[in-house]
């Protein structure tokens, strides 16, 4: 249930139940707001770009494998 | 992965690439080689791993394609070969050992209330703002290191790479259900392991 209400999934009624709740809770809101944070920090820190000089070694390896 | 907008299709390149046209080949290869590098970066541990996984994937879609039917997304077909080339490269590395991140996750006390977070993770100083967001990309990198494989290559795949969950589930070979438990559980771990960089309280 705490999965669906994080990914908000959750049905109307029980949605609403726990926003309720949540709302009240100043714990649970830091909790829902770091949660929900955590996947686009990833996203962010882990957004590696390709060295141009990878791109063209992958290019001489391919030519050498054709 | 959503095929770049414009010009001719992925799958009508495929086709011409199987037919052996060099250029329709280097033309898929100039689309997908940095989502494939960025993914190889997300699922392995190192520099040198996610290079040998880029050319290990494109040389397999390359002599793989003749089998490509195109009754599948060619990104998806590309995906799943990069994919299982980052987890063999992973495997074939010796696990070095690693401190659990399921000691991150969260508590909760008998009546459902949260218990105090997990252990403090070593206080960043906020004064410095620009050095508290590199400190978090760096810790954010150590944490996708440490998770436990399975959590991670659900991870990357749903909330790094934005697959939808049911083609994360085919990639992996587990259910929808699964790849859903194992993102939530995953998302747990880091953002304790993050802590108080993203307002985790000790």
Same mark, same amino acid.
């Given at each position: 249930?705490?999965? #669906?209400?994080?990914?908000?999934?959750?049905?109307?009624? #029980?949605?609403?139940?726990? #926003?309720?709740?949540?709302?009240?809770?100043?714990?649970?809101?830091?909790?829902?707001?770091?949660? @929900?944070?955590?996947? @686009?920090?990833?996203?962010?820190?882990?957004?590696?770009?390709?060295?141009? #000089?990878?791109?063209?070694?992958? @290019?001489?390896?391919?030519?050498?494998?054709? | 992965?959503?095929?770049?907008?414009? $010009?001719?299709?992925? /799958?009508?390149?495929?086709?011409?690439?199987?037919?052996?046209?060099?250029?329709?080949?280097?033309?898929?290869?100039?689309?997908?080689?940095?989502?494939?590098?960025?993914?190889?970066?997300?699922?392995?541990?190192?520099? $040198?791993?996610?290079?040998?996984?880029?050319?290990?994937?494109?040389?397999?879609?390359?002599?793989?394609?003749?089998?490509?039917?195109?009754?599948?997304?060619?990104?998806?077909?590309?995906?799943?070969?990069?994919?299982?080339?980052?987890?063999?490269?992973?495997?074939?590395?010796?696990?070095?050992?690693?401190?659990?991140?399921?000691?991150?996750?969260?508590?909760?006390? !008998? *009546?459902?209330?949260?218990?105090? !977070?997990?252990? *403090?993770?070593?206080?960043?100083?906020?004064?410095?703002?620009?050095?508290?967001?590199?400190?978090? +990309? !760096?810790? +954010?990198?150590?944490?996708?290191?440490?998770?436990?494989?399975?959590?991670?290559?659900?991870?990357?795949?749903?909330?790094? /790479?934005?697959?939808?969950?049911?083609?994360?589930?085919?990639?992996?070979?587990?259910?929808?259900?699964?790849?859903?438990?194992?993102?939530?559980?995953?998302?747990?771990?880091?953002?304790?392991?993050?802590?108080?960089?993203?307002?985790?309280?000790?």
């Amino acid at each position: 249930m705490l999965m #669906d209400y994080l990914e908000g999934t959750l049905g109307p009624e #029980d949605r609403v139940a726990l #926003d309720v709740h949540v709302s009240g809770c100043p714990r649970c809101v830091a909790f829902v707001e770091s949660y @929900r944070q955590t996947p @686009r920090i990833l996203r962010a820190a882990t957004a590696a770009s390709l060295p141009e #000089d990878l791109a063209e070694s992958l @290019r001489r390896f391919l030519a050498a494998r054709r | 992965m959503a095929a770049p907008a414009g $010009g001719e299709g992925d /799958e009508a390149l495929a086709a011409r690439a199987a037919a052996g046209e060099v250029l329709a080949f280097e033309e898929l290869v100039s689309r997908y080689q940095a989502r494939v590098y960025r993914l190889a970066c997300r699922l392995t541990d190192d520099e $040198g791993d996610a290079k040998d996984v880029l050319q290990e994937a494109f040389l397999a879609a390359y002599r793989g394609l003749p089998a490509f039917r195109a009754s599948s997304r060619f990104s998806t077909w590309l995906y799943r070969i990069a994919t299982n080339a980052a987890l063999m490269q992973r495997r074939a590395r010796a696990r070095r050992p690693t401190e659990s991140l399921e000691a991150f996750l969260p508590r909760f006390d !008998e *009546d459902g209330v949260h218990a105090a !977070e997990p252990a *403090d993770l070593g206080a960043a100083s906020r004064a410095d703002e620009l050095l508290d967001r590199k400190l978090l +990309a !760096e810790k +954010a990198r150590a944490g996708l290191e440490r998770l436990p494989g399975i959590y991670r290559d659900a991870f990357v795949l749903r909330d790094l /790479e934005e697959l939808e969950t049911a083609e994360v589930a085919e990639l992996l070979g587990i259910d929808a259900a699964a790849v859903r438990q194992r993102v939530h559980r995953a998302r747990l771990m880091l953002r304790g392991y993050l802590g108080e960089l993203v307002g985790v309280k000790p």
